[in-house]
């Protein structure tokens, strides 16, 4: 059973650039969420998508967006980059139906370099 | 607001002792409480997570963390500790929808050395 994956594994950009970034879910997982880790950081919330819909978004700006996928999977787009950009962005996945004991499962996440 | 204070943004114990990584949250409600582990360039792995059954839960590689609500603390603890063990460890509470469909809210992390 493949876990989370997540595409690419590295990435560097300019400062201006546009990026997308790519997740596909634990097999039998509906909800896909988004988090930001900034070196030495905890991670931080960006969005949640359910049923292709954001559900729920943390303090980001809107040059952070995102997509679900009828096949549950997700992008997610940063437009306009800044050097404070750079993080590492981890995917995680989940089944919303389990409302509330079940638990997210990551992927190992792409490292987001700005210049 | 929820949150989640980890006292220690580094611990050092010998193989074979034992581990403590303190977590301290804040929560309005009753929360769902995880610990997370993350390997040098990996993600994150759920090591336990707390959602309002037994106080004292058991979770993989050999950890576990109480529950305390007089305290507000979920600290983690392994007997002893193993070369293995060196990692950085997160603990998280979720929103009140709960793990899976609520957002995590992370704590800065602990970064766990052990030595020969």
């Known amino acids: 059973d493949a876990g989370v994956t997540q595409s690419p594994t590295h990435l560097i950009k300019t400062r201006g650039q546009q990026v997308t970034l790519r997740c596909s879910p634990k097999?039998?997982?509906?909800?896909v969420s988004w988090y930001q880790q900034a070196l030495g950081q905890g991670p931080q919330f960006i969005f949640q998508?359910?049923?292709?819909?954001?559900?729920q978004r943390g303090n980001f700006p809107d040059r952070f967006s995102g997509h679900q996928f009828p096949n549950y999977s997700s992008e997610l787009n940063v437009n306009a980059l800044l050097l404070g950009d750079s993080a590492l962005y981890l995917c995680?996945?989940?089944?919303?139906?389990?409302?509330?004991?079940?638990?997210?499962?990551f992927g190992p996440g792409t490292r987001l370099t700005v210049t | 607001a929820q949150s989640v204070t980890q006292l220690g943004s580094h611990v050092s114990v010998s193989e074979g002792a034992l581990v403590l990584l303190r977590c301290n949250y804040s929560?309005?409600?009753?929360?769902?409480l995880f610990w997370y582990v993350q390997y040098p360039n990996q993600g994150l792995q759920l090591l336990l997570k707390y959602t309002s059954a037994a106080t004292l839960v058991k979770g993989i590689n050999g950890f576990e963390a109480e529950f305390k609500k007089s305290e507000t603390s979920f600290h983690l603890t392994k007997p002893s500790a193993h070369m293995s063990d060196a990692a950085e460890y997160f603990c998280?509470?979720?929103?009140?929808?709960?793990?899976?469909?609520?957002?995590?809210?992370f704590g800065k992390g602990t970064k766990l050395s052990v030595k020969p």
């Open positions: 097999s039998g997982h509906d909800t």
């Open positions: 998508y359910y049923e292709e819909e954001e559900r």
């Open positions: 995680a996945s989940s089944f919303l139906a389990g409302r509330g004991r079940g638990e997210q499962y």
């Open positions: 998280a509470v979720s929103n009140v929808n709960g793990g899976s469909q609520g957002n995590l809210i």
């Open positions: 929560s309005s409600v009753p929360p769902y």
